[in-house]
């Protein structure tokens, strides 16, 4: 039996009613992860069988089961897992076993999950090909001379090739959505402040969530329901206050579409995708309303300050002296940090550690971070504005389909621009869901973004359900 | 910007770079503040012109509990000894 193509309901209900047993149907996804040649990810823990023997007894005993009965789980390698390597796609945490779990293993645990392995990412989360990891780049899940997106490019792989139900990976800006998009996947990166970064490794904490991959809508749902919640070890958490649940009504919808941005999407050649979703749901009777949200576009220069200043900060702890790596030739403390840090961070991250304190030094500081911040305060209180006139953002995932090898690395700032799409979500601090949304013309997968207000997740759910129910995608 | 003030971002990023990775650097960093740059020219009213300011959220009560123990904290330290981080020699 192929359990990889169960949705997590049935899945685990067959855990639950004992059609099969942990050890067994996890077994299936631990061997598609030994002879993956993707490089999706970079190590299958050990002891995922004792974790699926303890599920199975809890089966036999009749015991109450969680959401994730012995669903075999891969967490991106920023995602601290008591006893197991997590090592952000670096060499700097190469050798880095995590002491205590992060908030998010220990919900997934709580929840029966069944954690397999660590998935392949760009180096600390800052890339969008997965090509800057330290341990080689992770291939399209449809196509080897294609980057499969990143930096949660791993964990959008295995989902995709079915080496697990799905994967909890990090989105500081875009970093689930596009490589979900690029794989054909759906990834769902939730409001700022609802799921605990205790236990991640920082890269720009002010922009970041964990969020789910998965192959269809209602498994991310699931999967968002297991990790998210209050957790005191994080004081970026809020209060999540009660929404009404409102019954998804395609007539009463409400779609904006900004402006600033679908001038960029204009230029696209994978535009008629788009066009055509716009109508069809205008045909279904959704209204389609244009709204003008001035330097809207410029939330991707305010990401490329704030996430950097921020990266340079939170990097600073790499100095040989705590994280394992360390240059045994430093004769003096001051070689030990420089010597260090120059040998184990990649050129990606050493440009942003750069940048970012450029952006944070004196003289600088209040013509880019102070007026990148403004400019994001700005934005979220007139987006706050345009969430009461529409009940949706709807958007491209990215400019097109997952990039050939090597288009993206040589002109960094081409890299960044590809960005524009995701970014503005985390600069928001909004909710956003990326679902498979038709081919390009070399047949791989292009994706739909919806963005909403904060805490509007299970609008989030119910629309983007519908769009994937009851669209026909190809153009 | 100068070749000069590129090796002194180098040094308060604790990161070496050769004379060509310098150069090369210096022209990445001029297109990307060029193009950071674009938030200087957004006109975003008065309102947020106050300075940037942070609400306190909850805090952890201050209270003692267990946490890791000193073996966990060295458990990744590449030299440790007598329960301390080891460090080069820093005063004579």
Not at chain 1, 203 to 226: F, M, P, R
Not at chain 1, 331 to 342: A, G, I, Q, V
Request: contains cysteine; hydrophobic residues 40%; aromatic residues 8%.
């Amino acid at each position: 039996m192929d359990y990889s193509k169960l949705s997590i309901t049935e899945y685990a209900d067959g855990i639950r009613q004992k059609k099969w047993t942990a050890v067994s149907a996890v077994e299936t996804f631990v061997k598609k992860c030994k002879s993956d040649t993707h490089n999706a990810v970079l190590e299958i823990f050990g002891d995922w069988k004792k974790l699926a023997a303890a599920v199975d007894k809890k089966a036999a005993n009749n015991e109450k089961l969680g959401a994730l009965a012995g669903v075999p789980i891969i967490i991106k390698d920023n995602i601290l897992y008591k006893g197991h390597i997590a090592s952000a796609g670096s060499r700097m945490l190469e050798k880095f076993m995590s002491p205590y779990n992060s908030t998010v293993v220990e919900k997934l645990l709580a929840a029966d999950a069944v954690i397999i392995g660590r998935a392949n990412m760009d180096e600390f989360s800052m890339g969008g090909t997965n090509e800057t990891s330290a341990y080689g780049a992770c291939k399209n899940a449809l196509s080897d001379n294609n980057v499969s997106g990143g930096s949660s490019g791993g964990c959008a792989v295995a989902v995709a090739c079915g080496m697990c139900l799905g994967a909890i990976g990090t989105d500081t800006g875009g970093s689930v959505r596009q490589p979900a998009s690029f794989n054909g996947i759906v990834g769902v990166k939730p409001t700022y402040g609802t799921v605990s970064r205790y236990g991640i490794v920082a890269y720009a904490g002010s922009l970041e969530q964990a969020g789910a991959l998965a192959k269809t809508v209602q498994d991310a749902k699931i999967l968002l329901n297991v990790i998210k919640g209050a957790d005191i070890n994080d004081a970026a958490m809020v209060q999540v206050p009660t929404v009404s649940s409102v019954k998804f009504d395609v007539k009463k919808l409400r779609i904006g579409r900004i402006k600033e941005v679908w001038q960029a999407a204009k230029k696209m050649e994978t535009l008629a995708v788009y066009t055509a979703v716009f109508a069809e749901l205008e045909k279904r009777g959704a209204e389609i309303i244009d709204v003008s949200v001035p330097n809207f576009d410029k939330c991707l220069a305010a990401y490329y300050i704030i996430a950097p200043a921020e990266a340079s900060t939170n990097l600073a702890r790499f100095d040989g002296v705590k994280y394992t790596s360390f240059a045994e030739d430093a004769e003096n403390l001051d070689e030990l940090y420089k010597k260090t840090r120059t040998r184990y961070f990649g050129a990606e991250v050493k440009r942003r550690i750069m940048l970012g304190n450029f952006v944070l030094s004196s003289g600088f500081y209040d013509s880019y971070y102070s007026k990148a911040v403004k400019l994001q305060r700005h934005l979220r209180a007139r987006m706050t504005e345009v969430f009461k006139k529409v009940d949706c953002v709807l958007l491209p995932t990215t400019f097109g389909p997952a990039l050939e090898f090597g288009r993206c690395t040589a002109d960094p700032v081409q890299a960044y621009l590809e960005d524009l799409f995701t970014v503005p979500a985390n600069i928001l601090g909004v909710p956003a869901i990326s679902v498979p949304c038709g081919k390009a013309e070399n047949g791989l997968p292009l994706g739909l973004q919806i963005m909403t207000d904060k805490f509007n997740e299970d609008f989030l759910f119910a629309a983007s359900g519908y769009f994937v129910d009851n669209l026909r995608f190809d153009v | 910007m100068e070749i000069k003030e590129i090796q002194h971002l180098a040094d308060l990023s604790y990161l070496s770079f050769s004379e060509e990775e310098l150069k090369k650097f210096k022209d990445e960093f001029e297109k990307m503040l060029l193009f950071v740059g674009q938030v200087a020219d957004a006109e975003i009213g008065s309102e947020q012109e106050k300075s940037v300011s942070k609400t306190l959220k909850d805090l952890r009560r201050d209270e003692v509990k267990e946490s890791l123990s000193n073996e966990e904290v060295l458990g990744n330290a590449p030299k440790a000894r007598g329960g301390c981080f080891v460090v080069p020699q820093v005063v004579e």
